[in-house]
C-alpha cells in the first residue's frame, strides 16, 4: 500500500482557531523559522528552534504537551511536525503558517 497511513496524518489547525487551540490543549508553540525571522516577528510566548535544530531539541520539549508547529508559510512546520510526530510527540502544523495568522514574516 502506498501513501500515508491515517495515523501518520498530522492535525492542521485554521488560522482562525489557533488561539483557541493552544488554550484548549495547553499547547506550546514550536515556531521552526530560522532564529533571524524569529527575531523580527514571533507568535508571543512561542519557542523558537530552528528546523536546522530539530533533531537536537527533542529533549528539550514535554512528550506529554501538545506542540503546535508555526513558520512562515505552513511547509517548514509541516515536515517538522511529522519529524517529531515520528519521535512520539503530539503535534499538530499550523495550516498556512504565520502569514495566515497576519504576521508579515
Known sequence: MFGR???????????ADWEAWVEDNDAVIVDVRRQMEWA???IPNSVSIPMANLYFSFDDLDKDRPILVVCRTGARSQRAARILKRNGF?????RRGMRSIGFRV
Open 90 to 94: 503530539n503535534v499538530a502544523n499550523l
Open 5 to 15: 497511513s491515517p495515523q501518520s496524518a498530522i492535525e492542521q489547525v485554521q488560522a
Open 40 to 42: 523580527l516577528a514571533r
